[in-house]
């Protein structure tokens, strides 16, 4: 089952030319948090909102409407190269999850780390990368649960970023209303081989969600 959003970004919208100087301000990967940036960041934060349909760039989930407060992503990380930090191409929006679990993880093939400019051919990255590659070709969404890989690209992009990690089984299985299909959802996680699941993940997730499921019926009992 593919996704039902964008399959890539294919526009971006380009800095007025005040923004274009500022940018060239630019000394060091902290420069990303000076405030003379900020009404530059809140022009990128609505911008990707729009092209990306307030979805995360990698796993999809519902952002906040406009990117408020969501996290801009750099998909070549600042400190690879701090002076692509702006550039548009490099940019998206995610999720908190996505984005805590990337960090500051190498995104380009080695040899593309020295590049005097941004490296703009899909191949010279090993993860998916919004704004050149095709979503559905290299990831899958199944059982709205779990992602699975199509290419090498889209296992270094579940890895990279988490995706079937504790966090997105959560948020997968409450946004799905899996809660009230307790049978279904163990069932699922029955198989990790099938989802590249460490067995100790499973584990976890079965008992966190036996819990879930308790609280939410001591709840329902309440009302």
């Known amino acids: 089952m593919s996704f039902p959003f964008f399959e890539k970004i294919d526009f971006v919208e380009e800095y007025i030319p005040s923004h274009k ?10 420069s990303w948090s000076d405030k003379k940036f900020q009404y530059v960041k809140k022009k990128i934060r609505f911008h990707y909102s729009v092209v ?3 979805k995360c760039a990698y796993c999809r989930r519902q952002l906040n409407f406009g990117g408020y407060s969501e996290p801009i992503e750099h998909i070549v990380p600042r ?13 998206v929006l995610s999720c908190n ?23 703009a051919n899909k ?13 559905s070709n290299e990831l899958e969404f199944e059982d709205n649960m779990f992602y699975k890989w199509k290419t ?45 699941l460490e067995k100790k993940d499973v584990d976890e997730f079965r008992k966190a969600l036996v819990r879930r ?5 001591k709840l329902n009992k309440a009302k």
């Open 123 to 135: 191949t010279d990255y090993i993860i998916y990368h919004p704004h050149f590659d095709i979503y």
């Open 21 to 30: 100087i500022l940018i060239l301000t630019v000394s060091d990967k902290n």
């Open 52 to 54: 990306q349909d307030d």
């Open 97 to 119: 999850a996505c984005n805590s679990c990337k960090s500051g993880k190498s995104t380009l093939k080695p040899a593309m780390l020295t590049s005097a400019t941004y490296p």
């Open 213 to 217: 499921v308790k609280h939410l019926k």
């Open 79 to 91: 400190a690879d190269n701090y002076l692509w930090m702006f550039e548009q191409k490099n940019l």
């Open 152 to 196: 090498n690209k889209g296992k270094k992009t579940i890895e990279v970023c988490g995706l079937n990690n504790m966090a997105h089984l959560f948020y997968n299985a409450a946004v799905n209303n899996m809660n009230n299909d307790y049978d279904s959802v163990l069932d699922k996680i029955m198989y990790p081989n099938k989802y590249g």
